[in-house]
């Protein structure tokens, strides 16, 4: 179903589940004005039309010993040795490494934008220096610290869409 396909009520669930996932179904129904048995059969084609990837509890990483974010944009030789694909090869090994909780292809001078969740500088050092610029197609790294959240959220405008 595309999102136009998406209507007021589907959109209000859309958005009332970002705000609160754990919302019973009693409670959603009643925010959105629905009776339980269709908003539980909306919220399931949601479920299972994609609309809704899955539910998370969002953890506080300062709570965990992360308090240091990092973005850093990495661009790739494009032309290694053995490889065809340096890129596809990075994306693939991106995804063993825990310190990148995002991690986007991009437009422009640089290949790669990562977002790390490390506990401490010294933590990304070593993540910068072992990990990182070892990997054979990383060129050039470019380093930005996070010094104050101004903002943060999961939640996307669906009701404006």
Known sequence: MPAE???????????ELQRDGRLSNQELADRVSLSPSPCLRRVRRLEEQ??????VALVDPGRV???LLAYITIRLNKHIG??????GDFAQAVQAWPEVVECYAMTGDMDYLLRIQVAD??????????TLMRHPAVIDM?????LQQIK???ELPVGSA
Do not use: N
């Open 152 to 154: 943060q959220t999961t």
């Open 142 to 146: 470019r380093s930005f610290f996070a």
């Open 5 to 15: 396909e998406l209507d007021r009520v589907d959109r209000k669930i859309l958005a």
């Open 121 to 130: 500088l010294a933590h990304f050092s070593r993540f910068a220096m072992d």
């Open 65 to 67: 010993g992360l308090g």
């Open 50 to 55: 994609g609309y809704i990837k899955g539910y």
């Open 82 to 87: 053995g490889s065809h694909a340096p890129m």
